[in-house]
Every structure is written in structure tokens, then in C-alpha cells.
């Protein structure tokens, strides 16, 4: 779809594709200008002004932002993790990984459930990585249950997440449209179809359990995706997921112009290509290995000016697109140390030329520091500086100036973008020069060879700063120019990376909350009935704030049926019964203070009640022998308390021993003690066994097996 575009007095120009920033500059330029006309070499004695390269870049930017009155191109990353409830929500693109926030786009509740539509950004994208709810990472099973144990209550969960990549065929919509068909109209079809979106259902609970399930209310929502999936690649001509800057660039240009981004009329794609692979050449890191030149990762506003959604990705990667002499866009680097044309005096191409030292005639400048998201700081705005060693001796104090560019991921490619900007503003020298019609290829390429011999042994790679003016009658071509410091584009990690990340520490999501280490024994009562005894340190020697209180629950292995346990608050230890001797159960403890409930701290393997802690005492003796329809077994033990009863098994002969099924009985032992026992079955040779039992029914060694043979 071709789009339109509003400029000064919201003149309409669409009747043709606006091809560049270098097009749009004219016309600002123009605007400004009180005499207007077209580029031919025929004119009359007129001016021209277009505003080309740097003039756009830099020039051309001041006067967008002012004349144009443009609505702010990306919003800091923390601008944009936060929920609105908005029927209709502002559009935005992901490019790459990044953390999201949600705008809750629709709401209602039917019976005990609330449905929440949150609107992640447009699709399609490739995926999401991982989900937060109230700022905590959670997990979800494979219907979208999220099974942190906050959110569950009874053994069930009581929030589900289904999610739409932004794709026509994979939209779960189905259950929203059953609960609430006054969406699925024909005259009104549901806006966010295409969208990449989540459905929050969230259960109700008893008001009894809404702090502890719902501690802030309903969750707030925040996901990690993995972007905008259809980033054209002019290299393979394909479409897919990427974070190469140049082909988030070009996806951008074809969007914002209405182009196919394969069209070979309309776009240089060897150019673009060309600056691709610039941009995944592989640049080597202080601390060892290497990463991509340039990446783009975060968050476009399509509500922003098409000029400063393509600024956005090109002040990530120093591009320059342009149109080349087809009339087609094309990309190339925007500072650089490679000139396209030369203009030289032994060739008479300078017919007046002014030049003085550069940086005098500006803001002193010799640290740059560049905003990005920094993925580690779990994706937040960071800084990093980037100071001239010459500069700052020269100045003698620090001058700063900020560049932010929210789309840059890495902060060691933030710190080459951050020395590029500096350099672009420390010049060595400014001037201008006014030569013959030659200059007029300047328009195509900005960046020259500035030679002054033989008069002056001066040869340096100079840039064409601003307005370029021809004079028809006079056949003259006048521009401002700047030389910058050599050494700009280099990079040598042992000396341009400047600053190192430093991550803090991984504190807990609720930094007030208090790890517990908690010892569980068992204890016997009067009555001899045994109970779970809990008692509670802060963990790692940390003082456990009076203010503190604790709540203990306990449930059979693997039950899910919490049950509370009596507390102490005074000595910080808790009982809970009735427990049965030989079971075993789980326990989970949480901090409460303030009002304020904490997540629980479980336990990681259950707990087993044992009564009597001795083990069962080996059968001295065992053996069977035969009867007449029965069979005698004999046993020798210790006489000790521990052994009270003894289980016999009587397998065929040959067979394998089920306890389950072979079991004859249990019989109450002592020294020398012998039973005559049933056959149960035929006659026939059976292997006899036996296994000791003590209080508990905690089992002891297989004693056997002995042959019997049962007439």
C-alpha cells in the first residue's frame, strides 16, 4: 500500500513515491528558501539549495525536528513496559529480541473468569521467548498454564496465557469469541487480528487466598520475544527472523515507502547487500571473541514520522541511504574514510577555497555518551562513554555530550557508534570551497578527496557539510565541507573499548524478602503419636526482622492439599499433626510482612516419619523344612525389641518372589522360635523366605531362600 506523507503546512505529497531523506531535505530546504527551481544545468542564473548527506544528517535532522514538529520516534525502553487499558493502541514493531510490555487492548469477565487481550506489537513475529507476570519470570505448561506456584490454588492453575504470533492461522481466538461473540461481527471485525497478542485468563480465587494468589492485584503482564519475522535479506532474497541492521534498514525503507523490498526499480539491492555483510563482519572484543559490527533490536512506533522510523535504524549502523543516479534508494556508510570523486587544484577545480581549524569553532566535545538497551540489565536503558585521550588533555577537563540510539543491543557497538559521533563533531578543520559544474557529483556522493597541490602539500578526505548551491550563470558550484580526524572508523579494542558491563548481582524479584533455612524433625508427643517440628533461620547468617512473620504449610507427598501448621512467632518454629508413622510429606514456608505475602520456599525432597530410629535387627537363623502338609519354619534371632514380626514368602521353585502374592502370613518371633505352617496350595517344591519387621514396618534383609519340600 502506497503511503502519502504531510509536510510544512501539511502540503500532501503523494501523488509520487517520496524516495529518500535526501528528497525530503529539499523540499525542507526549499521551503526555507525564498527562490525555488529545479536541478538542470540549463537554468538561468538562479540558486539552488539541496540538502544532501550530512545536511540531512545533521542539518536536515535540526530542521525536521523543528519544522516538522515530529512525534517522538522510540520511546526509552522503560517507556514502554507498562499496561494501558486502550481499545485502540498505538502501533509498534520488534525487531529481534527484546522484552516487551503490554497494552491491554480489552477486558470483560464472564462467571469466575476475567479475560485480559494484551496487545504485544505487530506480527508476524517469531516468537516469544519467556513471560513475566508482575515483573517475575513464570512458566507455563504446553496449554499456556502458568505453573509457578504463586498462581496455583488447589492444584490448579488459576492463569492461562495463549499467545498469536501476528499470523493469520495461528490466532487463539476462539475461546475470547465463544465468551464474547459481540466481537465476531462482520461489519466490525476484530481490529487486532495480525497482531501479536496474548490472552490473560485469570480464575478467581476465595477473598480468603486473593493476597497470596493476587498479591498486586490482577498480574501485570511482560513477555520476551523474538521480533518482526518477514526482515528481507538482499543478500539470499529471502524473508525471515534477523537482527542485521542493514536488513532491518531496508525493511524498513520498503515499508515506509510502500515498496516490495525485491524490487530492483526501486531499491539498489547491492548496495543494501553490500552493507549487510558490513554489518555482520565479525569486530574483536577487549575481553576475547567477537560480535557483529552493527545489530538492531528493540521497538519502532509506527505512529512515528517515516523519516525518523529510517533515522532510528540508520544511527544504529552510520548509514546513509540515498538515492543513487537511477532514482533508486541506496545505502553506504555515512562516515567514512573512502571518497567517491576527487577535487584537485592542478586540475582547476578550485576557484576560491576557505578553510580554518575545525573544532575551535565548536562546542568543545571529547567525551561521547551513547544510551542503548543493554540485554544483560535485563533489558534496560544503559550508558556508555566514550572519551578522545587527545581531546581531553587538550581541553584539560571533561565536555560531554549524549547520543541515544534505543535500538543499538550491544554496548561495545554502542562505543563505536559513540566515537563515530564524536569525531563527526571534533573535526580538524571546517571550510568552504566553491569550484566549477564538476562539484555538482557531489550530490551523488558527498564524501571527496580535498587536494591543494602544488601550492599547498594538503590532501585530505573532506565532506561536503550542508547546502550545496549552483550558481547557473555563473556555472559555479559553492559547499560548506568539514575534515574530520583520521582515524574515525578504526577500531582496536585494546584502546577504543572503554567501558565494561557491569552486571550486579541476581537479587531476588522481591529484594525485602528473606531466604529462610528451615530444619524439620520429628518429635513424639505424651501420647507417643509423632509430629513435624519446624524451626527457621534467616539463611546465610542474616538477621530475620521481627517484623516478620511466617506462614507453614504442610501436605502429603506429591497431594497438592496444603494444610496449615501451628506457628510460634516468638521462637520461630511451628508443629503440625497428626503426621503417620512411615509417611511422608512436603512442606512450604513464606514470609509475610506488612501486609505483604511473599512467594512460598518449598522443600526440595519430602519428609519421612520415623518413629524408631533403630533399624531392624538381622534374623539370626532362618529355615524351613519339610511337613506332612505343611511345612516348619524356624527362626533364630537376637531376642532384641526391635525385631517384632517376621513375614514368610513361599515362591514355586524357580519363581520369582512378589511379596504381594507369596506372602503366608506374619508371625511374632523369639530366640529358637518355630511355626508349623499351611501349604495354601498343592503340594509340591516351593523356596521359602523371610523378611523382619520392626515397629514402623520399615522392612529388614531377605533372610533364605530355603528349599522345602511339601508332601
Given at each position: 500500500?502506497?503511503?502519502?506523507?504531510?509536510?510544512?503546512?501539511?502540503?500532501?505529497?503523494?501523488?509520487?513515491?517520496?524516495?529518500?531523506?535526501?528528497?525530503?531535505?529539499?523540499?525542507?530546504?526549499?521551503?526555507?528558501?525564498?527562490?525555488?527551481?529545479?536541478?538542470?544545468?540549463?537554468?538561468?542564473?538562479?540558486?539552488?539549495?539541496?540538502?544532501?548527506?550530512?545536511?540531512?544528517?545533521?542539518?536536515?535532522?535540526?530542521?525536521?525536528?523543528?519544522?516538522?514538529?515530529?512525534?517522538?520516534?522510540?520511546?526509552?525502553?522503560?517507556?514502554?513496559?507498562?499496561?494501558?487499558?486502550?481499545?485502540?493502541?498505538?502501533?509498534?514493531?520488534?525487531?529481534?529480541?527484546?522484552?516487551?510490555?503490554?497494552?491491554?487492548?480489552?477486558?470483560?469477565?464472564?462467571?469466575?473468569?476475567?479475560?485480559?487481550?494484551?496487545?504485544?506489537?505487530?506480527?508476524?513475529?517469531?516468537?516469544?521467548?519467556?513471560?513475566?507476570?508482575?515483573?517475575?519470570?513464570?512458566?507455563?505448561?504446553?496449554?499456556?498454564?502458568?505453573?509457578?506456584?504463586?498462581?496455583?490454588?488447589?492444584?490448579?492453575?488459576?492463569?492461562?496465557?495463549?499467545?498469536?504470533?501476528?499470523?493469520?492461522?495461528?490466532?487463539?481466538?476462539?475461546?475470547?469469541?465463544?465468551?464474547?461473540?459481540?466481537?465476531?461481527?462482520?461489519?466490525?471485525?476484530?481490529?487486532?487480528?495480525?497482531?501479536?497478542?496474548?490472552?490473560?485468563?485469570?480464575?478467581?480465587?476465595?477473598?480468603?487466598?486473593?493476597?497470596?494468589?493476587?498479591?498486586?492485584?490482577?498480574?501485570?503482564?511482560?513477555?520476551?520475544?523474538?521480533?518482526?519475522?518477514?526482515?528481507?535479506?538482499?543478500?539470499?532474497?529471502?524473508?525471515?527472523?534477523?537482527?542485521?541492521?542493514?536488513?532491518?534498514?531496508?525493511?524498513?525503507?520498503?515499508?515506509?515507502?510502500?515498496?516490495?523490498?525485491?524490487?530492483?526499480?526501486?531499491?539498489?539491492?547491492?548496495?543494501?547487500?553490500?552493507?549487510?555483510?558490513?554489518?555482520?563482519?565479525?569486530?574483536?572484543?577487549?575481553?576475547?571473541?567477537?560480535?557483529?559490527?552493527?545489530?538492531?533490536?528493540?521497538?519502532?512506533?509506527?505512529?512515528?514520522?517515516?523519516?525518523?522510523?529510517?533515522?532510528?535504524?540508520?544511527?544504529?549502523?552510520?548509514?546513509?541511504?540515498?538515492?543513487?543516479?537511477?532514482?533508486?534508494?541506496?545505502?553506504?556508510?555515512?562516515?567514512?574514510?573512502?571518497?567517491?570523486?576527487?577535487?584537485?587544484?592542478?586540475?582547476g577545480d578550485h576557484l576560491s577555497i576557505q578553510m580554518e581549524g575545525g573544532r575551535s569553532l565548536q562546542q568543545l566535545f571529547n567525551t561521547a555518551k551513547f544510551q542503548y538497551t543493554e540485554p544483560a540489565l535485563n533489558y534496560k536503558a544503559n550508558e556508555v562513554r566514550w572519551q578522545h585521550a587527545g581531546l581531553l588533555d587538550e581541553d584539560g577537563t571533561e565536555y560531554s555530550d549524549t547520543v541515544s540510539g534505543f535500538l543499538c543491543p550491544s554496548g561495545t557497538q554502542a562505543q563505536r557508534l559513540a566515537k563515530l559521533a564524536l569525531y563527526e563533531s571534533n573535526p580538524d578543520f571546517i571550510g568552504s570551497l566553491t569550484s566549477g559544474p564538476q562539484a555538482l557529483d557531489l550530490i551523488e556522493d558527498y564524501v571527496f578527496t580535498l587536494d591543494l597541490a602544488p601550492e599547498d602539500a594538503f590532501e585530505r578526505v573532506a565532506c561536503a557539510s550542508g547546502v550545496i548551491e549552483y550558481d547557473g550563470e555563473a556555472m559555479t558550484v559553492t559547499s560548506p565541507f568539514v575534515i574530520f580526524r583520521e582515524g574515525a572508523t578504526d577500531w582496536n579494542p585494546v584502546v577504543d573499548e572503554q567501558n565494561e558491563l557491569i552486571v550486579p548481582p541476581d537479587l531476588p524479584s522481591n529484594v525485602d524478602d528473606v531466604l529462610l533455612t528451615v530444619t524439620v524433625a520429628v518429635e513424639l508427643q505424651a501420647n507417643s503419636a509423632p509430629v513435624l517440628r519446624f524451626s527457621w533461620t534467616a539463611a546465610g547468617g542474616a538477621s530475620l526482622p521481627d517484623s516478620y512473620s511466617q506462614q507453614v504449610q504442610v501436605s502429603a507427598a506429591d497431594a497438592n492439599d496444603w494444610h496449615d501448621a501451628s506457628v510460634n512467632q516468638n521462637n520461630n518454629t511451628a508443629i503440625y499433626a497428626p503426621v503417620a508413622d512411615g509417611g511422608a510429606y512436603d512442606w512450604q514456608i513464606r514470609n509475610i510482612s506488612g501486609g505483604k505475602t511473599f512467594d512460598y520456599q518449598g522443600s526440595s525432597v519430602p519428609v519421612t516419619v520415623v518413629v524408631d530410629q533403630t533399624a531392624p535387627q538381622a534374623l539370626i537363623s532362618f529355615s524351613a523344612s519339610d511337613g506332612s502338609g505343611q511345612f516348619i519354619a524356624n527362626f533364630g534371632t537376637a531376642n532384641d525389641g526391635h525385631l517384632d514380626t517376621v513375614a514368610v514368602f513361599r515362591v514355586p521353585a524357580g519363581g520369582s518372589l512378589n511379596e504381594g502374592a507369596h506372602e503366608v502370613g506374619r508371625y511374632a518371633v523369639s530366640r529358637g522360635i518355630s511355626y508349623a505352617l499351611p501349604i495354601l496350595s498343592d503340594p509340591g517344591t516351593f523356596d521359602i523366605y523371610a523378611r523382619p519387621f520392626n515397629r514402623s514396618s520399615i522392612p529388614g534383609p531377605l533372610a533364605g531362600p530355603d528349599t522345602a519340600i511339601i508332601s
Amino acid at each position: 500500500m502506497k503511503r502519502g506523507f504531510y509536510f510544512i503546512g501539511e502540503n500532501r505529497i503523494g501523488a509520487r513515491k517520496m524516495r529518500m531523506p535526501q528528497a525530503i531535505a529539499g523540499f525542507i530546504l526549499a521551503y526555507l528558501t525564498p527562490v525555488s527551481v529545479g536541478l538542470t544545468l540549463g537554468l538561468a542564473a538562479n540558486t539552488i539549495a539541496l540538502g544532501i548527506g550530512y545536511a540531512v544528517t545533521a542539518a536536515g535532522a535540526f530542521l525536521l525536528n523543528k519544522a516538522l514538529q515530529e512525534k517522538p520516534a522510540s520511546p526509552k525502553p522503560s517507556d514502554v513496559q507498562s499496561n494501558i487499558k486502550q481499545e485502540i493502541s498505538p502501533r509498534r514493531r520488534y525487531y529481534h529480541r527484546n522484552l516487551a510490555g503490554s497494552v491491554i487492548v480489552f477486558g470483560f469477565r464472564r462467571g469466575e473468569k476475567s479475560y485480559l487481550l494484551h496487545y504485544i506489537c505487530e506480527g508476524p513475529i517469531e516468537g516469544f521467548v519467556s513471560f513475566r507476570l508482575d515483573s517475575k519470570p513464570v512458566t507455563l505448561d504446553a496449554n499456556g498454564f502458568v505453573t509457578t506456584n504463586q498462581y496455583v490454588y488447589k492444584g490448579r492453575s488459576r492463569v492461562q496465557l495463549l499467545t498469536t504470533l501476528g499470523t493469520m492461522l495461528d490466532e487463539p481466538f476462539a475461546e475470547l469469541l465463544a465468551a464474547f461473540p459481540e466481537l465476531d461481527t462482520p461489519l466490525t471485525p476484530f481490529r487486532h487480528r495480525g497482531c501479536a497478542m496474548v490472552l490473560q485468563i485469570v480464575e478467581q480465587v476465595p477473598q480468603s487466598k486473593l493476597a497470596d494468589v493476587y498479591p498486586n492485584n490482577m498480574p501485570t503482564l511482560q513477555v520476551v520475544i523474538d521480533g518482526w519475522r518477514e526482515v528481507y535479506d538482499p543478500r539470499s532474497h529471502t524473508f525471515g527472523f534477523s537482527g542485521n541492521a542493514g536488513s532491518c534498514l531496508l525493511t524498513e525503507v520498503a515499508d515506509v515507502y510502500g515498496l516490495n523490498p525485491d524490487d530492483e526499480d526501486e531499491i539498489n539491492l547491492r548496495s543494501f547487500a553490500d552493507f549487510a555483510d558490513h554489518c555482520d563482519e565479525n569486530v574483536a572484543l577487549r575481553g576475547g571473541g567477537t560480535e557483529k559490527r552493527y545489530r538492531c533490536a528493540g521497538m519502532l512506533s509506527l505512529d512515528a514520522e517515516n523519516e525518523a522510523r529510517l533515522l532510528e535504524i540508520a544511527k544504529i549502523c552510520n548509514a546513509d541511504v540515498y538515492l543513487d543516479e537511477q532514482g533508486r534508494f541506496a545505502v553506504r556508510e555515512k562516515m567514512r574514510s573512502t571518497p567517491g570523486i576527487a577535487l584537485r587544484a592542478r586540475n582547476g577545480d578550485h576557484l576560491s577555497i576557505q578553510m580554518e581549524g575545525g573544532r575551535s569553532l565548536q562546542q568543545l566535545f571529547n567525551t561521547a555518551k551513547f544510551q542503548y538497551t543493554e540485554p544483560a540489565l535485563n533489558y534496560k536503558a544503559n550508558e556508555v562513554r566514550w572519551q578522545h585521550a587527545g581531546l581531553l588533555d587538550e581541553d584539560g577537563t571533561e565536555y560531554s555530550d549524549t547520543v541515544s540510539g534505543f535500538l543499538c543491543p550491544s554496548g561495545t557497538q554502542a562505543q563505536r557508534l559513540a566515537k563515530l559521533a564524536l569525531y563527526e563533531s571534533n573535526p580538524d578543520f571546517i571550510g568552504s570551497l566553491t569550484s566549477g559544474p564538476q562539484a555538482l557529483d557531489l550530490i551523488e556522493d558527498y564524501v571527496f578527496t580535498l587536494d591543494l597541490a602544488p601550492e599547498d602539500a594538503f590532501e585530505r578526505v573532506a565532506c561536503a557539510s550542508g547546502v550545496i548551491e549552483y550558481d547557473g550563470e555563473a556555472m559555479t558550484v559553492t559547499s560548506p565541507f568539514v575534515i574530520f580526524r583520521e582515524g574515525a572508523t578504526d577500531w582496536n579494542p585494546v584502546v577504543d573499548e572503554q567501558n565494561e558491563l557491569i552486571v550486579p548481582p541476581d537479587l531476588p524479584s522481591n529484594v525485602d524478602d528473606v531466604l529462610l533455612t528451615v530444619t524439620v524433625a520429628v518429635e513424639l508427643q505424651a501420647n507417643s503419636a509423632p509430629v513435624l517440628r519446624f524451626s527457621w533461620t534467616a539463611a546465610g547468617g542474616a538477621s530475620l526482622p521481627d517484623s516478620y512473620s511466617q506462614q507453614v504449610q504442610v501436605s502429603a507427598a506429591d497431594a497438592n492439599d496444603w494444610h496449615d501448621a501451628s506457628v510460634n512467632q516468638n521462637n520461630n518454629t511451628a508443629i503440625y499433626a497428626p503426621v503417620a508413622d512411615g509417611g511422608a510429606y512436603d512442606w512450604q514456608i513464606r514470609n509475610i510482612s506488612g501486609g505483604k505475602t511473599f512467594d512460598y520456599q518449598g522443600s526440595s525432597v519430602p519428609v519421612t516419619v520415623v518413629v524408631d530410629q533403630t533399624a531392624p535387627q538381622a534374623l539370626i537363623s532362618f529355615s524351613a523344612s519339610d511337613g506332612s502338609g505343611q511345612f516348619i519354619a524356624n527362626f533364630g534371632t537376637a531376642n532384641d525389641g526391635h525385631l517384632d514380626t517376621v513375614a514368610v514368602f513361599r515362591v514355586p521353585a524357580g519363581g520369582s518372589l512378589n511379596e504381594g502374592a507369596h506372602e503366608v502370613g506374619r508371625y511374632a518371633v523369639s530366640r529358637g522360635i518355630s511355626y508349623a505352617l499351611p501349604i495354601l496350595s498343592d503340594p509340591g517344591t516351593f523356596d521359602i523366605y523371610a523378611r523382619p519387621f520392626n515397629r514402623s514396618s520399615i522392612p529388614g534383609p531377605l533372610a533364605g531362600p530355603d528349599t522345602a519340600i511339601i508332601s
